[in-house]
């Protein structure tokens, strides 16, 4: 199995792109007063390679003449990440951060020759996994460089090892969420780790961006998932995690989880895995509001009985049938839907489903059924496309997420949706979910629409900065699992404190004194 290269100005595969449905197009006209049609530049036009004859020669030499690519779709499809500002930039032909070129390196010693080459010749690297950043992590500064190679890991896609009897395996970075899962069920296991970009998101990105799947509540976030890191950094191989846990100083797999290529190379990861679950069950609950399912949640949480998967849309999501992106604008319900998902052996499933089941109706739940969670699942991984349809008529959509503790979940929710609602003006709908669930507190992630101005860039990043304000001044963190990137650092910066940025400065000139590994992405 090998997953689609991705279109490049949208989301996903190309072949399954989507018109905007009719009931959704209907929502549209009815909110913000009819669809205006704005596609996207056909040119494509990239600034010349910067790098000269002779580098081009020499990073030849060490992946081989056919591995180094500096046609114009090449670059182009290396060029930023997915957020919807990286997609409007590329449907306004905008590629001035396209790389010189791309490098496939296939192995670790390669990837070690790169850095190398890189250090001796002044070009930035950036490390490209799936390129779904949402967070401008793929968009290295290109000043005080020779040029910008773009690190593509796609050639690193070996399944190294299965251990049956720890329950672990070692993957190369460059194997996406499918092509992981594929060879891991050969073996009878699975990571458990779908986030929605799974299905062209890497194994690598996953670990440098400390990514969170939708059944994290069961299966716990990819960091908590990883035993052990190989990287490759400028200063040698590094190579943390040698026991399932220890008190061996500092936890330095924690420093390389997040480092989002600025620290270093991941170019193998160990991960706990599971059996391939004999059952999956997804069932829908009704809440009279957000607040009441919030609390049914932290009970949940706190008893020790989450489910595998469990998310919360709030009255606006609920109304618009966000959690079913296929029936998105038909009539939705009142009140606030919880999505429920049991995952395992077929006693474990109906145990904990009973237990669930006791908890959540004893709190005042409404059970909706089987097919809810069904819809849920299926159209899962389907409302990025729809982000494009959107697009191409004049709406501009974009998620953001956060996380904080359940007794400040209130004036987070309220403090994100003013924000956001007073920078971006009528008409606007703003909707959240809670998508991740602990026992201290919760992850909040918002889907924001409005109406295109002749600027959506700048509109965007007015709203964004505005939310991001509101994070802080709620003491609640920058991102909860789409990562720092370029976008996040001013807010991370306060999160972190002077300190913290210190720390991480210094990691950085240790491991990377030249500065050539994704410059501008992750450190203050
Ligand atoms: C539609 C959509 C839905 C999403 N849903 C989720 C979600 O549910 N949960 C979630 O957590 N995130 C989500 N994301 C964000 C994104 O998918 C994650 O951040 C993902 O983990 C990135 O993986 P990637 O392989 O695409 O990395 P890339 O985008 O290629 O890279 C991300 C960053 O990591 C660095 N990097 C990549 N590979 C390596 C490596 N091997 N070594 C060192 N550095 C590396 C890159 O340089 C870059 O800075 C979503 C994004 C989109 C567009």
């Given at each position: 199995m090998t997953s689609p290269e991705m279109h490049p100005q949208r989301w996903g595969d190309p072949a399954r792109a989507t018109a905007l449905p009719d009931a959704a197009a209907g929502l549209i006209e009815l909110a913000f007063g009819g669809l205006d049609d704005r596609p996207a530049v056909s040119s494509v036009e990239l600034p010349p390679v910067g790098l000269d004859a002779d580098q081009l020669a020499t990073v030849r030499r060490i992946v081989?003449?056919?591995?180094?690519l500096t046609g114009d779709e090449d670059r182009r499809l290396r060029t930023r990440g997915k957020s919807t500002p990286d997609l409007l930039r590329a449907r306004a032909g905008?590629?001035?951060?396209?790389?010189?070129a791309v490098v496939r390196p296939a192995t670790h010693d390669e990837v070690a020759d790169l850095l190398r080459f890189c250090q001796e010749h002044e070009v930035a690297l950036v490390p490209f996994g799936g390129?779904?950043?949402?967070?401008?992590?793929?968009?290295?500064?290109?000043?005080?460089?020779a040029g910008v190679l773009s690190?593509?890991?796609?050639?690193?896609?070996?399944?190294?090892?299965?251990?049956p009897v720890s329950m672990t395996a070692t993957l190369e970075p460059g194997l996406r969420g499918p092509e992981a899962e594929a060879l891991l069920a050969e073996h009878g296991?699975?990571?458990g780790h779908f986030p929605q970009s799974f299905e062209f998101a890497s194994i690598g990105g996953f670990a440098a961006t400390r990514s969170s799947g939708q059944s994290s509540a069961g299966y716990g976030r990819f960091d908590a998932l990883v035993v052990r890191l190989t990287v490759a950094t400028p200063q040698g191989t590094l190579q943390v995690g040698s026991?399932?846990?220890?008190?061996?100083?500092?936890?330095?797999r924690q420093l390389m989880l997040g480092s989002e290529g600025a620290f270093g190379v991941i170019t193998a990861v160990t991960v706990r895995v599971r059996r391939v679950p004999a059952e999956k069950v997804y069932e829908g609950w009704r809440w009279p509001s957000f607040l009441d399912g919030a609390a049914a949640m932290r009970t949940l949480a706190q008893a020790g009985l989450l489910p595998t998967v469990i998310r919360l849309s709030d009255e606006s999501e609920t109304a618009i049938n966000l959690a079913r992106p296929d029936e998105i604008g038909a009539e939705g319900a009142a009140g606030c839907l919880m999505i429920t998902g049991f995952e395992g052996e077929p006693e474990a499933v109906a145990a904990k489903r009973a237990a669930v089941t006791a908890v959540l109706t004893g709190l005042g739940g409404t059970p909706a059924g089987e097919e809810v969670g069904q819809a849920w699942a299926h159209g899962r991984f389907n409302a990025p496309y729809l982000r494009d349809s959107l697009l191409d008529v004049g709406v501009l959509v974009e998620t953001l997420e956060t996380a904080t503790f359940w007794s400040n979940l209130q004036a987070l929710y309220d403090g994100v949706k003013t924000a956001l609602e007073t920078t971006l003006g009528d008409p606007t709908m703003v909707l959240c979910h809670i998508s991740h669930v602990y026992e201290t507190g919760c992850s909040l992630y918002f889907t924001v629409a409005t109406k295109e101005g002749e600027q959506p860039v700048e509109q965007w990043l007015a709203a964004k900065a505005a939310a991001s304000d509101a994070m802080m001044a709620a003491g609640a963190t920058i991102t909860h699992h789409h990562a720092?990137?370029?976008?996040?650092k001013q807010w991370f910066a306060t999160e972190i404190g002077p300190v913290g940025v210190n720390i991480l400065r210094a990691v950085k000139a240790e491991l990377d004194p030249t500065g050539i590994l994704n410059p501008g992405v992750l450190i203050p």
């Open positions: 081989g003449d056919e591995h180094v905008d590629l001035t951060d396209a790389p010189d390129g779904t950043s949402v967070t401008g992590g793929l968009v290295a500064r290109r000043e005080g460089y690190l593509d890991l796609v050639r690193m896609k070996r399944l190294v090892d299965v251990d296991v699975t990571i026991a399932p846990a220890n008190a061996a100083g500092p936890d330095l720092v990137g370029t976008d996040h």
